[in-house]
């Protein structure tokens, strides 16, 4: 059973950081890992993603502030948030993909606030 479960969200003020991990269990080979986030009444969107093999592409909103990475030794993938707005305030989702499937986290809160 494949199970991907994140963590490292909460409250951080403006410019502040944050590391989410999403550790992953039931799989290990994957053609694509993402972060997604959510916030009421909107559609979930892409904020950073890794193709196996591949570069890194971001969102507009957070290209040069967030970074992902895949930690081959904890079978997780990361996204590390720097600068961080209020605007990035959402429920935060992993993502990852095979061929033939695509599984999703619970998420997890981040929330930007003084």
């Known amino acids: 059973q494949v199970q991907l479960v994140e963590s490292g969200g909460g409250l951080v003020q403006p410019g502040g950081s944050l590391r989410l991990s999403c550790a992953i269990s039931g799989i290990s080979s994957f053609t694509y890992m993402a972060w997604y986030r959510q916030t009421p009444g909107k559609e979930r969107e892409s904020v950073a993603a890794?193709?196996?093999?591949?570069?890194?592409t971001y969102h507009v909103a957070v290209k040069g502030r967030f970074a992902i990475s895949r930690d081959y030794a904890k079978n997780s993938v990361n996204l590390q948030m720097n600068s961080l707005k209020p605007d990035d305030t959402a429920v935060y989702y992993c993502?990852?993909?095979?061929?033939?499937?695509?599984?999703w986290g619970q998420g997890t809160q981040v929330t930007v606030s003084s």
């Open positions: 890794l193709t196996s093999g591949g570069t890194p």
């Open positions: 993502n990852v993909r095979t061929d033939h499937k695509s599984y």
